[in-house]
């Protein structure tokens, strides 16, 4: 008799330790915005370092302007993250907008910065978002050979692609057979027929980068501004027609979430983001192998502002 | 310059100074799978209980029961996950929810198991004395059939445990995040880290539930080990 | 029920069937990242079970080593091999046969320990040496408990051969990981439904196999024997 009532009071203690941490307010917990006086923003990321990077800035600067701030980040593609944004899983997402745009809207056709944001705006703000500022960065999405590689097939631009493409295996993400600037793009622009075999990797990432390296795929599905590139030596294939529009970073956030304490922060960091710094601070994460907090707030430390 | 043998990567494989830095985001972590874990075994016992009750008062409901779960276990836990994320977006429910599921089939099983496997005769001495259905379970049938149901617990447990890694592609993954990370870094630390942690985790609750399972059943004590 | 008529839809389309990412050609995949990590794991598992539980010491500590290799996360372990030696099948085999020795260890040795010990003792007293008391007695009665853990194990990593889906190989799980990129829930239902019905036709085959194999005496046997070994690892 006496051990089933300790056993059920154990048990009894466990349920109320476990509730008492549920209902604590743990972060690691609560998905929704937390009531408060201050602002408060989730931010999210995609799962490439380059995300991080630019994530751990956007929160670095956040907290600095006295923003109450909540991490989720390397939550997946685009395809599961932009849901939870729109959502409101997360508030914050630091995005392209050229790709954004082909998210939202397979079928436009914007090619320069200015193009894309004024098509871009008003389907934002039918899913209760807005896009800030624009980074002058630009992240494309890129197509790499190794060097070897493009000494065989005599290999420069993309178009160079499409005599051999039946005889080389490509890799990129599983969208990249979907989105229309992935391997639809290639075709519908380039003309470029079908590629021996497609593999489904990663967007740049260990997947795609090993099985270039090992020579398990041919062209590889990567960002301009990684830094393995330089590293390996690989060749950028040039983008010859007009395929990918403008890609330049800018933070998208729910509506309600941005205020001017928020808004203000970004945008005093958005205008000193470039291409160079970007792949500079991509190559310290992918090549040193350095942590991509420490990165960002170094360089906004240098910058000054943090 | 790449084919041949493999290669290992120049990074070292554990930077302490990573550690060092990150001890906030691993114990939210570990903190986070302990939670998951923790109510998805105790939503699963509260929903294998009844469950349970259920296909030994009528035996014929018991075959499709075991059926049933047996065929849900076989879906990949990822496949689960994946396809709950429309209905219930990328909030802790999600994950919850797949992993009691989980739970719920190494539970319902072990349940009926141990309170079938209780001798005949207990039960009929039981009623002789003249108590009642509800206290006959509760005081009689329930605690011999603890052995049975707390493999049962400890099973579901460790089970959850690895599970919740995988919970990290939806991104509820406590431990499982560091997987993520490091995967995405390419960087083995992180990975290290939580392959270990997670392990000492399965194996530490394993052991605390044969302390709790022996603490509730002393009298099975001197069955050997 | 779109869900379901939009499943059916895409199990039944001509191009699943045929091509470098036809269920065929995945399932073909999927079957042998499964075999040979289950062959492996057994070629390791079954002479230690079984040499441990001829001994009859040291059964502790394989026991206990075996459960903390259960505990072994499996994506993890994926994940960790994948960053050490890069892109290919090792570390979906490592994954996949750390997650099958377990059930192999654990059963093969409870199995060579449920010999009764005048049956034994019997064998000794007609003059067998070791091996033969091994070959001709130990064996015969652990058979269904070892044939047990064989297929837990294989069963296991049919459902779990779907990580290696996730370091870019093939395989079943390439429907999930694809369809979840793609946003194409039908594919990553059809994925999921064939990762179940394969797991259970490994069930359900290799249960016929275990039947052939052990002699119907000793079936019942192990029944009775099972259930007591149930039993005296949950106290």
């Not at chain 2, 003249?130 to 617990?153: C, D, N, S």
Request: with cysteine.
């Amino acid at each position: 008799m006496r051990r089933i009532r300790l056993g059920s009071a154990a048990a009894a203690v466990c349920l109320a330790l476990l509730l008492a941490a549920c209902g604590g307010g743990d972060d690691a917990l609560q998905g929704g915005t937390q009531p408060s006086d201050k602002s408060s923003v989730i931010v999210g990321s995609t799962n490439f370092p380059e995300q991080l990077i630019l994530a751990q800035m956007y929160a670095a600067v956040l907290e600095k302007a006295g923003v109450n701030v909540t991490m989720r980040l390397n939550l997946g593609n685009r395809e599961v993250v932009f849901p939870a944004l729109e959502k409101g899983d997360i508030q914050l997402l630091p995005e392209y907008n050229g790709s954004v745009l082909s998210f939202l809207n397979p079928k436009a056709t914007a090619t320069t910065s200015e193009e894309v944001n004024t098509a871009l705006a008003p389907l934002l703000q039918a899913k209760n978002l807005v896009a800030l500022q624009q980074s002058p960065a630009e992240d494309k999405d890129g197509w790499a050979v190794t060097k070897e590689t493009a000494t065989k097939y005599n290999l420069q631009k993309i178009g160079d692609l499409k005599p051999v493409a039946g005889q080389l295996v490509v890799g990129g993400p599983p969208e990249l057979k979907t989105r229309p600037a992935g391997l639809p793009g290639l075709k519908n622009v380039y003309g470029i027929p079908d590629f021996k075999e497609f593999k489904a990797l990663d967007a740049g990432g260990p997947l795609t980068v090993s099985a270039l390296k090992k020579g398990d795929i041919d062209v590889g599905r990567v960002f301009t501004t990684q830094g393995v590139i330089a590293a390996e030596g690989w060749v950028l294939l040039e983008e010859d027609k007009p395929l990918e529009p403008a890609q330049n970073v800018v933070p998208i956030g729910r509506t309600d979430a941005m205020t001017d304490q928020v808004k203000n922060a970004l945008n005093a960091l958005s205008g000193k983001i470039t291409t160079e710094e970007l792949t500079k601070l991509n190559a310290q994460v992918d090549v040193d192998k350095k942590d991509p907090e420490q990165v960002a707030r170094d360089w906004l430390t240098q910058q000054g502002l943090i | 310059m790449t084919d041949g043998p493999p290669t290992v990567l120049a990074a070292e494989l554990i930077r302490w100074s990573w550690i060092g830095d990150h001890l906030d985001d691993i114990r939210d972590d570990l903190l986070q799978h302990l939670q998951l874990t923790g109510l998805a075994v105790l939503f699963g016992m509260l929903l294998a209980f009844p469950l349970a009750l259920a296909a030994i008062r009528w035996p014929r409901l018991y075959a499709p029961i075991l059926g049933f779960t047996g065929v849900l276990f076989t879906i990949p836990s990822l496949a689960l996950f994946i396809l709950l994320i429309p209905f219930t977006g990328l909030k802790i429910w999600t994950a919850l929810i797949g992993l009691t599921i989980y739970t719920l089939l190494i539970l319902v099983r072990n349940m009926v198991e141990g309170l079938r496997g209780v001798d005949r005769d207990v039960r009929e001495a039981a009623q002789a004395m003249g108590y009642t259905p509800a206290r006959q379970l509760f005081r009689v049938e329930l605690p011999l059939a603890l052995p049975v149901i707390m493999a049962g617990v400890r099973i579901a447990t460790v089970t959850t445990i690895g599970l919740v890694t995988v919970t990290a592609l939806i991104g509820w993954g406590g431990l499982g995040q560091l997987f993520l990370d490091g995967f995405t870094l390419n960087f083995p630390t992180p990975l290290i880290v939580g392959v270990v942690l997670s392990a000492l985790l399965a194996f530490a609750a394993d052991l605390l539930l044969v302390g709790v399972q022996r603490g509730l059943t002393p009298w099975a004590r001197d069955r050997g080990s | 029920m779109d869900v379901l008529s939009d499943l059916i839809r895409w199990l039944t389309a001509p191009e699943q069937w045929s091509g470098p990412s036809g269920i065929p050609v995945r399932t073909v995949q999927h079957l042998w990242y499964s075999l040979l990590a289950t062959a492996i794991a057994t070629a390791v598992a079954l002479p230690v079970g079984v040499g441990i539980g001829h001994i009859g010491r040291g059964g502790l500590l394989v026991i206990n080593l075996s459960n903390l290799g259960r505990a072994l996360p499996s994506l993890g372990i994926i994940i960790l091999v994948f960053t050490l030696v890069g892109f290919g099948v090792i570390p979906v085999l490592v994954a996949l046969t750390a997650l099958a020795i377990p059930p192999i260890v654990t059963n093969s040795y409870v199995g060579m320990r449920s010999v009764d010990r005048d049956v034994r003792e019997a064998a000794e007293g007609m003059g067998m040496t070791g091996w033969q008391v091994l070959w001709k007695v130990e064996l015969p009665v652990a058979m269904p408990l070892i044939m047990a853990g064989v297929r837990t194990s294989t069963v296991q990593v049919v459902a779990t051969a779907t990580l290696a889906a996730f370091v870019g190989l093939g395989g079943l799980g390439r429907y999930l990981i694809d369809g979840f990129a793609q946003r194409d829930l039908p594919q990553v239902l059809g994925g999921a439904v064939l990762v179940a019905v394969l797991s259970l036709l490994t069930e359900l085959v290799l249960g016929r196999v275990q039947t052939l194999v052990v002699s119907k005496g000793l079936a019942e046997r192990s029944a009775a024997a099972a259930v007591g070994a149930k039993v005296q690892k949950a106290a």
